[in-house]
Nanobody
Framework: QVQLVESGGGLVQTGGSLRLSCVASGRAFGSYYMAWFRQTPGKERDFVAWVSRGGLYTYYADSVKGRFTISRENAKNTVNLQINSLKPEDTAVYYC???????????????WGQGTQVTVSS
């Protein structure tokens, strides 16, 4: 059974930083792309970033480029998202997901974590 468990969310002031982590279990972690999405109430999940199987390639949404960094540690079955220079519009539930390709579409990802809340106060 595949499980993805996110952690690291919280309440932070504008300009602050957080480091989100997602630990995976249940299948070969290094065989899959990993991604982060975020969602606010009433909206679809928005793509944030993905990282390739070996961690060599990454891709970001324009809205987070230069502020967010995705990375993975295959030996620890973990994908991280370092988020800096936070803005109120970054407030959302952040989800990690795994899938066979690097995609910006949430429907291309099969397994999801339960999410971690990030709240940025102005």
């Amino acid at each position: 059974q595949v499980q993805l468990v996110e952690s690291g969310g919280g309440l932070v002031q504008t300009g602050g930083s957080l480091r989100l982590s997602c630990v995976a279990s249940g299948r070969a972690f290094g065989s899959y792309y990993m991604a982060w999405f975020r969602q606010t109430p009433g909206k679809e999940r928005d793509f944030v970033a993905w990282v390739s199987r070996g961690g060599l390639y990454t891709y970001y949404a324009d809205s987070v480029k230069g502020r967010f960094t995705i990375s993975r540690e295959n030996a620890k079955n973990t994908v991280n998202l370092q988020i800096n220079s936070l803005k109120p519009e970054d407030t959302a539930v952040y989800y990690c997901a795994d899938g066979p390709i690097g995609s910006t579409t949430w429907r291309d990802y099969r397994f999801w974590g339960q999410g971690t809340q990030v709240t940025v106060s102005s």
